[in-house]
């Protein structure tokens, strides 16, 4: 089993900046891939992932909404998982949830999600 726990979310202005961190526990040496999702208000969490990094350290931004913004960084050594969030805006309003994939087995393992809300 691995657990997740996300912090760093909050109330922020648009064009501000969060950083987000998730701290892996457990059995963190079947870890492979780990990313992150969000769920806007009223909607149901993103099935495709907003950044992702391997284990060896390789990123990867699939959301086109967040590119140039948002960049995901990852530290083996702290068995932790990072977004740094710029200029952020109104839409991207959502709990952030990070999400780490067993090598081994393919499962998926999910924090309990940080809230992030841009407001002014």
């Known amino acids: 089993q691995v657990q997740l726990v996300e912090s760093g979310g909050g109330l922020v202005q648009p064009g501000e900046s969060l950083r987000l961190s998730c701290a892996a526990s457990g059995n963190i040496f079947s870890i492979g891939d780990m990313g992150w999702f969000r769920q806007a208000p009223g909607t149901q969490r993103e099935q495709r992932e907003l950044v992702a990094a391997t284990k060896v350290g390789e990123t990867r931004v699939y959301a086109d909404s967040v590119k140039g913004r948002f960049t995901v960084s990852r530290d083996q050594a702290n068995n932790a998982l990072y977004l740094q969030m710029n200029n952020l805006k109104p839409e991207d309003t959502a709990v952030y949830y990070c999400?780490?994939?067993?090598?081994?087995?393919?499962?998926?393992?999910w924090g309990q999600g940080t809230q992030v809300t841009v407001s002014s």
């Open positions: 999400r780490a994939q067993s090598w081994r087995t393919g499962e998926n393992y």
